[in-house]
């Protein structure tokens, strides 16, 4: 099936109150995974690229994959690049066949935020290619464990999303997806979070353009629920897709007895444990069977 853009998507997402997923994926592996279990459970999916898996030749390597995966599914599949910081990096994807992108301006001021992100609907929107932009500011908490661990959201108050300032931005930048912050945070908790649900409605009732939850991994399934229910239409993943891979295959490293075994045998298990993550997803966001 041919490559889309968000709009479509995420508008039915909305109309029908389920979330649309993006999966961000590094590698061949994950880009199946994703793209091949979303075919199965007939559900539209987002493919969201990370600056570090494409820099340099990276780029051409993951993009040819991606192409591949989508051109033999016969579901819907955006091509998205995810948390671009400059206009050379949303240029480069736009050239490369990329059908949705993401600027975030997040810690940026407001103003600077509305300037940047207009400019990046200025490149995109004349190729067809969609724009979301993050107001307030989800954290980075993408490091995995220990010092560099997620603490919880105590002092995350003041990077939440503003109701009263949704209209203004989404008018002044003209974006289609607007991701919000209401209490998650990229990476691993060690606290769940607690999400602002009445934020998040006040949010949905302002919002022109259909809205985005970054940091989705880890977060309660009710929370999730919840969320979806009072208007987030895409929801993005990752970690919880490393922690299936990575867990299934230090199980299988520390039980081999030959340390000559081929890779496309060790992998059986880590990547069957990572389709079951993507498939949980899928089924708990309510887009199975909506394409």
Not at 21 to 36: K, L, Q, T, W, Y
Request: glycine share 8%; with cysteine; proline share 4%.
């Amino acid at each position: 099936m041919p490559l889309v853009n968000m709009k479509e998507m995420l508008e039915d997402a909305r109309k029908h109150k389920y979330a649309v997923p993006m999966f961000d994926v590094s590698d061949h592996a994950m880009i199946r995974a994703a793209v091949e279990v979303a075919d199965d459970e007939k559900s539209p999916v987002i493919l969201g690229a990370l600056e570090p898996d494409i820099a340099g030749d990276g780029l051409d390597y993951w993009i040819a994959c991606a192409k591949m995966a989508a051109g033999n599914a016969k579901v819907p599949v955006c091509i998205h690049l995810d948390h671009a910081t400059t206009l050379a990096q949303i240029e480069r994807v736009i050239a490369k066949g990329f059908t949705s992108v993401m600027l975030d301006a997040s810690a940026e001021d407001f103003t600077e935020n509305v300037k940047r992100s207009a400019e990046a609907v200025g490149i995109a929107k004349s190729k067809g290619v969609t724009v979301e932009a993050e107001l307030g500011h989800v954290g980075d908490g993408i490091a995995g464990s220990g010092e560099n661990a997620v603490t919880g959201h105590e002092d995350a108050a003041d990077t939440l999303t503003e109701p009263a300032k949704v209209r203004e931005f989404v008018e002044k930048t003209g974006v289609d997806a607007l991701a919000v912050a209401i209490g998650t945070t990229h990476g691993v908790y060690v606290k769940a979070p607690v999400l602002d649900i009445e934020r998040m409605k006040e949010i949905n009732r302002i919002s022109p353009v259909p809205l985005v939850l970054h940091g989705g991994s880890g977060t309660p399934e009710d929370q999730l629920k919840n969320a979806i229910a009072n208007g987030i239409c895409k929801i993005n993943i990752y970690s919880e897709l490393l922690n299936a891979w990575n867990s299934s295959m230090k199980d299988v490293l520390n039980g081999l007895k030959n340390m000559s075994t081929w890779p496309s045998v060790i992998r059986i298990k880590p990547d069957a444990a990572l389709r079951e993550a993507v498939r949980g997803k899928i089924r708990l966001f309510g887009s199975n069977g909506k394409a």
